[in-house]
T-cell receptor, first 115, second 113 residues
Framework: KAGVTQTPRYLIKTRGQQVTLSCSPI?????VSWYQQTPGQGLQFLFE???????NKGNFPGRFSGRQFSNSRSEMNVSTLELGDSALYLC???FGMGAVGNIQYFGAGTRLSVL | AQTVTQSQPEMSVQEAETVTLSCTYD???????LFWYKQPPSRQMILVIR??????QNATENRFSVNFQKAAKSFSLKISDSQLGDAAMYFC??????????FGPGTSLSVIP
């Protein structure tokens, strides 16, 4: 079974631009969660999508948005990029229900650098 | 709201020795699930071990075991016979009743040859 795939692996943008990150979950998984990881803040939860609906949301500004498609693939969008958005963005997929179902499988991440 | 605390930002252990990573959490729920995740330098996060709160028996996976103290809200990870490949960031995580996973700040483990 293929793992969680995140594209692109690396991205360089400038302030004010927008960016879209993609995540393909493990086949059969219906839940996709996004996290921002920085050395100072650690792993911070962005949002979770389950069956195309946002089920949980972290404390991030509205510049961060996401969506999930019918095939469970998810995209995360960040508009009007700021220097502080430079981070590793991790995507995790899970079946989505119950303890075993919520074991999260992570992708390798997208390293975003904002210049 | 639930919180997860890992009080040791960094730890080190000699190869073949045993190390224990600490995790405490705060919750008012009675039934929940706890996880330890490992993130090696390659950045791919993987599940190490999980514990169901209603089970009193501590979970074990090969060299990894937990000491789950529900009353104290403590969930420590013990790594026995440490190997160089165990060097990584370790995250303690809590699964809430509404299916949200909350991660602790992580502990960076170094293994000294």
């Amino acid at each position: 079974k293929a793992g969680v795939t995140q594209t692109p692996r690396y991205l360089i943008k400038t302030r004010g631009q927008q960016v879209t990150l993609s995540c393909s979950p493990i086949s059969g998984h219906r839940s996709v969660s996004w996290y921002q990881q920085t050395p100072g803040q650690g792993l911070q939860f962005l949002f979770e999508y389950f069956s195309e609906t946002q089920r949980n949301k972290g404390n991030f500004p509205g510049r961060f948005s996401g969506r999930q498609f019918s095939n469970s693939r998810s995209e995360m969008n960040v508009s009007t990029l700021e220097l502080g958005d430079s981070a590793l963005y991790l995507c995790a997929s899970s079946f989505g229900m119950g303890a075993v179902g919520n074991i999260q499988y992570f992708g390798a991440g997208t390293r975003l650098s904002v210049l | 709201a639930q919180t997860v605390t890992q009080s040791q930002p960094e730890m080190s252990v000699q190869e073949a020795e045993t190390v224990t990573l600490s995790c405490t959490y705060d919750t008012s729920e009675s039934d929940y699930y706890l996880f330890w995740y490992k993130q090696p330098p390659s950045r791919q996060m993987i599940l190490v071990i999980r514990q169901e709160a209603y089970k009193q028996q501590n979970a074990t996976e090969n060299r990894f075991s937990v000491n789950f103290q529900k009353a104290a809200k403590s969930f420590s990870l013990k790594i026995s016979d440490s190997q160089l490949g165990d060097a990584a960031m370790y995250f303690c995580a809590y699964l809430t009743s509404y299916d949200k996973v909350i991660f602790g700040p992580g502990t960076s483990l170094s293994v000294i040859p």
